[in-house]
């Protein structure tokens, strides 16, 4: 992907084994949301197939939509419409049954701890708010991939342990999951498989064994990523 002539990305390829608990890791910038953006049909590729259990998402999309779950990094969502009527909308948007729609609304908004704002539009929710009613818009219609883009940024530690059993569930469930994350704890926790990405290449992918070897993932993000960073000299002023 080629912004006003800056290459950005450069040929990933990825392949998300079915059933899979995916993370993609990578310094700032790497290129980590304009991939998850192209392959979820959020950002035409200018070249390149993205394919959806086998339906090729930019020739059909409706039909690999139907079968993806996301969690957009920058979600717009109707601001003045609750998060109960956001649900509803996109629920029957989706051309899903009304009562369906009703009772995933309510459990997702249980669940996720949204039930005491039933009163307060979008435009009022926190930033960990509008993450949780974003994932819920992701999970509405039942997908089989979810793909979310830093799904626990700005979460509490409460919603972020009820997120992770809903995702555990969905993959045990035979659900894949596509997640990035800055958090290397978490993404050792829950994922089985992880890429990193650097400088808009794929720098390792595989197995999180595989990845992170006999050390921590975050020991192999910073040797795939480059040498860390030490602040020697500079910022003088810093210091009172
Ligand atoms: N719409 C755009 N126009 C111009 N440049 C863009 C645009 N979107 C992204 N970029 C650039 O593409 C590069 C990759 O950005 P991207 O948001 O994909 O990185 P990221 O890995 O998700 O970063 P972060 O971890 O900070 O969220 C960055 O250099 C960014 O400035």
Redesign the pocket.
């Known amino acids: 992907m080629t ?2 002539g ?1 290459t ?2 450069h040929g990933i390829g990825l392949r998300v084994p079915s059933g899979t608990f995916f993370g993609l890791v ?10 998850l953006s192209m392959a979820t049909g959020l950002l035409r590729p200018q070249a390149g197939t993205v394919r959806v259990f086998g339906v090729d998402l930019w020739r059909d999309p409706a039909r690999a939509k139907a079968m993806l779950g996301v969690l957009p ?1 920058d979600l717009a969502l109707p601001e003045r419409l609750t998060g109960r009527e956001v649900l509803t909308y996109l629920g029957l948007l989706y051309g899903m049954d009304k009562q369906v729609v009703a009772e995933r609304a309510q459990e997702l908004l249980a669940l996720l701890g949204l039930l005491e704002a039933e009163r307060t539009p979008v435009a009022g929710y926190s930033a960990g708010m509008r993450k949780k009613i974003g994932l819920a818009t992701a999970l509405l219609h039942g997908p089989q991939l979810l793909v979310l883009d ?1 799904p626990f940024e700005a979460v509490d530690p409460v919603s972020a342990a009820t997120i992770r059993a809903i995702l555990r569930r969905f993959v045990d469930s035979g659900g894949s999951v596509v997640v ?1 994350s ?1 958090e290397m704890a978490l993404v050792e926790r829950l994922c089985d498989h992880v890429a990193v ?1 650097v400088d ?1 290449k794929v720098a390792a992918a595989g197995s999180l064994h595989q990845i992170r070897g006999a050390g921590s993932l975050e020991d192999a993000f910073i040797r795939l990523a480059g040498a860390e960073n030490t602040v020697t000299g500079g910022l003088s002023w810093l210091s009172s």
């Open positions: 912004f006003a800056r950005v990305v990578g310094p700032n910038g790497a290129g980590k949301t304009t991939s990094d830093e990035s800055h990405i808009g």
